[in-house]
Each structure stands twice: as C-alpha cells, then as structure tokens.
C-alpha cells in the first residue's frame, strides 16, 4: 500500500494539468473606466457606496418600513433559506476529507438435512477513506465555498431590491399625496372661478361659453382627483404585498423631507466590486473554475482505502470459537473506457466556464451603465429643480399680478384662469422633477450594490 500511495504522489507532482491552481479573477476583465460623470472625482472616499441603507434612507417612517419588509418579505427568507442549503452543501464537501464509517452486524443459522443449525455471526466495523491526491475533493470543496458566497450575495441582492422597492414605493405615495394635496386645493379654487364666472356673466362681463369652459375645467380636476385617489389605493394594496403586511394606509412624509446623499466624495471605480450581482457573477465564475479542474481531475486515478476491525466465529469451521478479524485494503480505480465521457464532460465544464466568464464581463459593463444612467439623472434633476423653482415664483407674481389687473379692469377674468393653469402645471411638474430626484438617488444606491452594511 504504501509503494501505491508513493507512486500516485509522485505522479500528481509531476502533473502539470493545474488541478492544484486556485481562481484568479481574468486579466482581460477590468472595472476601471467603466463609468464617467462630472460627479466623480479623484479620492479616497466611497462617497455613497460607503453608507448604508439607514444613512442613505433617513426618514424615520421609511426606515420603519423597511424593517418591517426585511423580517417579513419572502424572498428574503427564500434567500436565507438558500444561504443554509448552500452551508450544509459546504460542510458535506468539507466532510468528504474525513473517513467513513460504518456498522453492519451480521448473523447466520444453517442446517443440512434437519440437523442441528450452526450459528456464525459477525460484528465488523469498516472504514472507507477517499485520498485527495488530484484534488478531486479540494476542487468540490472550493467549488462549494463559491456556491455559498453566491448564495450570500443573491441575499445581498435581493435586499437591495427590496430596500429600493420599498423606498420606491414610499415616495411614490409621498409624490401621490402631493399631487392630491395641490390638487385638492385647485379643485376649490375653480369651484371659485365658476361661481365667479356665473357672477360676471349675471353682471354682463362674461359669457356662457366662458362659464362652460370654467365649468370643464373643475369637472377634469374632480377627475383627476379621484384618479389619483385609485392610484393611491392601489399603490398602497402592492406597498403591503411588498412588505408582507395587511392592506392599510401607511403614514408617509413628505417629498421635502428628502435630503440627496453628498457625492462630492466621488465614486471610484472600485466600488463596483460591492454590488450583490458582481459578487455573484465572480463567485459563479469561480465555481465554474473549479469545475472545470474537477473534470480534469476526472482522468486521473482515484485511491480508495478501506479497512474492516471486529469479532467473527465465521472461520470455516463451526467449533471454532469468535476471533478478532481484520483487514486493510487500498484500491486505485483507473477510468479507462471512459475517455470519450471524460473529455466530453471537460468540453461541456469549458464552455460553462467561458459563458460565466463572458457573464462575469457583461454585468460589470451593466453595472458601470447603471451608474451613469442614475449619476446623470441626479445632476439633471438637480439643475431643473432650481430652474422650476424660479418658475414657480415667477408664475406666482404672475397670477398676483394678473389678478390686480383684473380689479382696475385692465384685463379679464380668463386671464386670471390661464395664469392659475399654468402656476398648476409647474407645480405638478416640480413635484414629477423632485421625485425624478430621489428616484435617481434610490437607482444610484442599488446602483452602487446598496451601500456597506
């Protein structure tokens, strides 16, 4: 045995297949200049990558929320589920190094002729072990470790989706109800205009035609009231859903309250490296490399030792009484008429490799992408935010003034009616810029693989 475990040494040393090798990320695949923006600057700090989901989400309703879709959400328990597959899969790997054992008794009676029966018995306890000479073994294992940081990284993800959900969520309701607060108020204000246009009509200043206009107009705002009211509804029926919660009301702040994450620090490249979906995709590369090296492994010879230790009367003769038995074995299996299954195998491994690895570089370009896309749509956002701003309080004077003409009879009261329509359609349209705002600044977070926790 020992001249057997010498020689398969010696031959896995002198192998130059690369079972032995361990993953290293490609030299082709690189994360720098992946991205670009005017935001980003040369330095140290993460900038956001750097906060977590508390820092970024400050409010305290949202962050009450998204505790509860944490504890309560089901994909997230799936994923946590997975993570516990993906340990017991590690540990059994782990446990292949070690021997196994086994305890099997065994008895007999046998008569010839109907003559008094002969007992024999054995109690024997076997062992097998497996040696890990062409790292068949240390290839499973490493490729089990891979598949349990995959299974960590997919939770990552799927908490990341989720946070950003939930905060998607949450201020598109805040977005609703500010539309329904400006709306609600415009709907009492063309209630006004009507019985002001009835008046001037009685008093020969207007005309039906201006009165039925008016009346038209508080008509589409009562409308869009009660649509916006089944949107609010039902955003709130798929908030619960989301959350694993009851259908209810929640209680939600106001789009103001939002305050955009400092990105002075800059966003390098690196930080890509923190997203849940890069993690994964390397991971699943480097399971795929292991794989790979366990099919090599495949061709080599696989030695086996075994060993059985007990007491047995079985001896070729019914007289004699039990006796210690034991017996060591070592067994080299060497696959012959299986080559062409072998290299098959290594072919298929190969090209899953490959399509990890193309997998792998694909969702860095995607998440460098992503970066940009929601880098941009915050420096957008924020210089239109001032813009509607200054509209706003021109359009403001604008009405004032209008309604001052209106009193000396400098204009007419349709005048008043088109400045208000106006005002209105800035307002909503700052209310749409400021949660363009913030949704950009949730993408970037996802973006960005959620921040470090």
Not at 154 to 162: C, F, G, H, P
Request: proline share 3%; glycine share 4%; aromatic share 8%.
């Amino acid at each position: 045995m020992k001249h057997i475990i010498m020689t398969v040494t010696a031959a896995a040393l002198l192998s130059s297949c690369g079972l032995y090798t361990s993953y290293e990320r490609p030299e082709d695949i690189k994360i720098d200049s992946l991205y670009q923006s005017t935001n980003t600057q040369a330095g140290d700090s993460l900038g956001m990558a750097s906060l977590s989901w508390r820092e970024v989400f400050t409010d305290p309703q949202l962050q009450a929320l998204i505790e509860k879709g944490l504890s309560q959400n089901t994909d997230m328990q799936n994923a946590q589920l997975q993570i516990q597959q993906a340990e017991a899969s590690l540990m059994a790997a782990k446990w292949a190094y070690v021997p196994s054992f086994a305890f099997a008794p065994q008895g007999s009676l046998s008569s010839i002729d109907w003559s008094k029966p002969s007992k024999t018995y054995s109690i024997p306890v076997s062992a097998s072990w497996q040696i890990d000479v062409f790292g068949s073994l240390r290839n499973a294992k490493r490729r089990a470790q891979m598949q349990l940081a995959n299974s960590q990284a997919y939770k990552d993800a799927v908490q990341t989706q989720l946070i950003s959900a939930i905060a998607n969520y949450y201020y598109s309701l805040a977005m609703l109800n500010e539309q329904m607060r400006i709306s609600l108020e415009t709907q009492k204000n063309w209630k006004e205009n009507v019985e002001m246009m009835r008046a001037l009509m009685q008093a020969g200043q207007s005309n039906m035609a201006a009165v039925s206009q008016t009346e038209a107009t508080y008509y589409s705002v009562c409308a869009q009231i009660t649509d916006l009211r089944d949107q609010i509804s039902n955003l709130n029926f798929e908030f619960a859903a989301l959350l694993g919660d009851t259908p209810q009301n929640y209680n939600i702040g106001a789009l103001s309250d939002w305050q955009t994450p400092d990105l002075s620090g800059g966003i390098p490249a690196y930080a890509l490296s923190n997203r849940p979906d890069v993690k994964m995709a390397e991971s699943q590369l480097a399971a795929a490399f292991y794989t790979t090296n366990e099919s090599r492994a495949a061709f080599y010879p696989v030695l086996n030792l075994s060993g059985l230790l007990g007491w047995t009367n079985d001896l070729g003769t019914v007289i004699n009484p039990g006796k210690w038995i034991w017996n060591a074995t070592a067994a080299l299996t060497q696959p012959l008429l299986q080559n062409g299954k072998l290299r098959a195998q290594l072919k298929i491994s190969k090209a899953q490799q490959e399509q990890a690895k193309l997998t792998f570089q694909q969702t860095l370009l995607d998440a460098g992408a992503e970066v940009n896309s929601a880098l941009t749509k915050i420096q957008s956002s924020q210089e239109k935010q001032e813009l509607y701003n200054k509209q706003i309080a021109s359009l403001e004077t604008a009405v004032k003034s209008t309604k001052a003409l209106m009193m000396n009879s400098s204009t007419n009261y349709l005048e008043v009616l088109t400045a208000e329509q106006t005002l209105l359609s800035a307002q909503l349209s700052k209310i749409n810029n400021d949660f363009s705002l913030i949704q950009a600044a949730i993408e970037l977070y996802q973006a960005l693989g959620g921040g470090i926790e």
